[in-house]
Nanobody, 123 residues
């Protein structure tokens, strides 16, 4: 059975940092593109970041470039999103995804989704 489980969300002050983790099981992790999406109340879902499987090319939304960093550890079936310089507008539920479509095709869908983890940036 496929599982994607996010962790690491929470409440942080503006300017702070969080590291989200994504634990995967039940599929060939090293063949899949790992992505992070977010959705804030009343807003459309947004693709935040993405990392390819074989070449590990990455993608970042303009709103997070220079502040967020995506990574993966294939032997551990783990994905990560390091978030620095957090802003109130980063507040959202963050979802880990796995897909076979490479990042450069800008897909807004995914084969597998986690349940999400809440990130709240507030003073």
């Amino acid at each position: 059975q496929v599982h994607l489980v996010e962790s690491g969300g929470g409440l942080v002050q503006p300017g702070g940092s969080l590291r989200l983790s994504c634990a995967a099981a039940g599929f060939g992790f090293n063949y899949y593109v790992i992505g992070w999406f977010r959705q804030a109340p009343g807003k459309e879902r947004e693709r935040v970041s993405c990392i390819n499987a074989n070449d590990e090319n990455t993608y970042y939304a303009d709103s997070v470039k220079g502040r967020f960093r995506i990574s993966r550890d294939d032997p551990k079936n783990m994905g990560y999103l390091q978030m620095n310089g957090l802003k109130p507008e980063d507040t959202a539920v963050y979802y880990c995804t796995a897909d076979l479509i490479p990042c450069q095709y800008n897909s807004n869908s995914a084969d597998y989704w986690g349940q999400g983890t809440q990130v709240t940036v507030s003073s």
